[in-house]
């Protein structure tokens, strides 16, 4: 009872049912009810989501500074539930018991979340919940400046608490190659070695082993790692490293400039597909899931008879490997894969390109730069960041709708929304945690809650919550003056 009283006196009920972010899909109170846990509140789970057991209780145990067992009996119980939507859960809280059931393990592990949030006293009654979209990204861009794989992994436990559920690795660029090839060597001896980055700031690169290390650890959270080998621009280190693949065979300088648009690899050179076949091999080998993102943006020194020669004989590797390509939106000026997904990254208020695509039957991932783009400028007085596509605050971020955005492109063409984050004024863990948070929980809503109960004021406010957490957490998010924060 001590250890009761001590939890409710540092965190009072305050909350409502539905104060978690993405907001759930359907939420019942019962005001008069509330279950709160404490030191020894059991875990009651199935076998095959016992790793998401393991998850509530470490995180329930931090949170109480005690000891949550797992095993029978436990008052806390998960469940699978075969009628719900594999992502889907609902969650049943009582005064003497939580009840929650997913549609798999998946479904579980994101009901787990909104628990989380709502812990160590849960409000009563009934949520209902399940994604509108499949895909809910986040792109990190390890590029123009290289994160471990440690602040990878940590970054990915920031973000699950969101519920989303990709992870875009952005590998490679001019600025630095991050990714180790077998039999090209000096992709990453030279290319992601001391010296490269934006202003030659940020050098390193992940061994095979290391990447296979953040998918193993994505994987146990229910997200996929969608890697992104840029092409045919961008790839100023490729050629860097490699002049054999130029067009007259001469070494070319290494570059630490944020210039886009100037490099390419060759469309008429049989020796650029053989280097393009073994990575994208490669890379599909230590990447289980179904994605593979081959760029094609900004190739802006590629003539379109090169850039559509080049795509004929690339985009259908991705399929030879068992993987789908995604790519961005330039893409769909040339015939695609029956598989292929287009991702919209501009900001013109229409493309006819990805209309086209998506009245095809090519899905279309959602990724507008004045809407979603984490690197852009909050405000002009933002210390980091970018302002190309305009200022993005919290409200732009979360006042759009995916189904609105393009005309042409409706709801049934969309597989999902991400939210980019691109590295050239990125310098520290910090950094990343400052331009992501408190845009990427807006991002999430849109990505997961039903438009129809979506609210700026309501959001705000839930957003709020969250300020006291990542403080005490170390996390250094922005202090936006549009949020209440306690």
Known sequence: MEKQFRVLRVRPLTKRLGDVIPHPASVRPVPAASFTIIDGTGVTTVPE????????????ARLTGGTIPIGPGGAIRL????????E???CEITDDAVTLRGGTPQGLFWGVQTLLQLAPVLPGG???DAP?????????????HFFTADEIKAHIDLLVQFKINHLH???????????????WPKLTEISGGAGTGVDGAGPGFLTLAEYTGIVDYAAARFVTIVPEIDMPGHVNAVHHAYPELTVDGRPVPQRTDAEVGYSSLVAGKEETYAFVEDVIRTVADVTPGPYLHIGGDECLSTPAEDYRAFLARVLPLPGKYGKRAIGWHEI??????????????????????????????RRVIMAPADRTYLDMKYDADTRIGLDWAGHVDVRRSYEWDPADRLPGVPESALLGVEAPLWSETLRSVADVQYLTFPRLPAIAEVAWSPRSVRD??????????????????GVAFHKSPEIPWP
């Open 132 to 144: 509108r979209y499949e895909y809910r990204g986040a792109m990190l861009d390890i590029a123009r």
């Open 88 to 90: 889907g859960y609902t």
């Open 169 to 183: 690795l952005h590998l490679t660029d001019d600025q630095g190659w991050r990714l180790e090839i077998p039999g």
């Open 79 to 86: 469940e699978l539930d075969p009628s719900l939507p594999a």
């Open 49 to 60: 989501a016992a790793g998401v057991a393991a998850h509530l209780a470490a995180e329930l």
């Open 332 to 361: 769909a000026a040339v015939e695609l894969p029956e598989t292929a997904v287009v991702q919209f990254w501009r900001i013109e208020a229409a493309d006819d390109d990805t209309a086209r695509a998506a009245a095809d039957g």
């Open 456 to 473: 700026w004021d309501s959001f705000r406010t839930r957003l709020a919550a969250f300020g006291p957490r990542w403080a005490a957490a």
């Open 126 to 128: 009934v949520i209902e």
